[in-house]
T-cell receptor, first 115, second 110 residues
Framework: GAVVSQHPSRVICKSGTSVKIECRSL??????MFWYRQFPKQSLMLMAT?????????EQGVEKDKFLINHASLTLSTLTVTSAHPEDSSFYIC???????????FGSGTRLTVV | GENVEQHPSTLSVQEGDSAVIKCTYS??????FPWYKQELGKRPQLIID?????GEKKDQRIAVTLNKTAKHFSLHITETQPEDSAVYFC?????????FGKGTMLLVSP
């Protein structure tokens, strides 16, 4: 079945630094990947849609200069949280779809803590 | 855009009872309706999904029904077990996007 790998699973960083999160589709090519943010006890909120070879589409209210998304290949999308602040602390999850039949597969998520 | 409402937010049942979670959606163009189970700190796991050309789908103890006219779909879990305890999310969308409900915390007591 479709497998999506996400790294790192946990990261602690200092305020003002940047953090990169990787999302890889291991056994399929994903032309589209999605990045979600989830606060404790809340639902998944779509941040942006990442398309291979083109600019990401950001949801309303998500700062594109703060959350940089790169989808350089059909198997890798990265999310970089720039100049992180404590309010950026959250659970970030990516997902990808292999084709129009299988639906969406989620990565294991990244717990970001900014101190 | 799509708006998904999910109820109830919490649901407590006794082991062996059935559990039903309901969702409504707003965009008639949505044609894909998955349900995810998420345990604390882990990724959402797809448990069942249904597409708009089907009214009902069943997989062992889990079933989903879809009423496109009324724009609502429901998750049914029969013979609940303590390991069913988790947060369940419904979602609606298509091939290019997915909108999630706010989640239902299901607690199954032995």
């Amino acid at each position: 079945g479709a497998v999506v790998s996400q790294h790192p699973s946990r990261v602690i960083c200092k305020s003002g630094t940047s953090v990169k999160i990787e999302c890889r589709s291991l056994d399929f090519q994903a032309t589209t990947m999605f990045w979600y943010r989830q606060f404790p006890k809340q639902s998944l909120m779509l941040m942006a849609t990442s398309n291979e070879g083109s600019k990401a589409t950001y949801e309303q209210g998500v700062e594109k200069d703060k959350f940089l998304i790169n989808h350089a290949s059909l198997t890798l999308s990265t999310l970089t949280v720039t100049s992180a602040h404590p309010e950026d602390s959250s659970f970030y999850i990516c997902s990808a779809s292999r084709d129009r039949v299988d639906g969406y597969t989620f990565g294991s998520g990244t717990r970001l803590t900014v101190v | 855009g799509e708006n998904v409402e999910q109820h109830p937010s919490t649901l407590s049942v006794q082991e062996g009872d059935s559990a039903v979670i309901k969702c409504t959606y707003s965009d008639s163009a949505s044609n894909y309706f998955p349900w995810y189970k998420q345990e604390l700190g882990k990724r959402p796991q797809l448990i069942i999904d249904i597409r708009s050309n089907v009214g009902e789908k069943k997989d062992q103890r889990i079933a989903v029904t879809l009423n496109k006219t009324a724009k609502h779909f429901s998750l049914h879990i029969t013979e609940t077990q303590p390991e069913d305890s988790a947060v369940y999310f419904c979602a609606a969308g298509g091939y290019s996007t997915l909108t999630f409900g706010k989640g239902t915390m299901l607690l199954v007591s032995p």
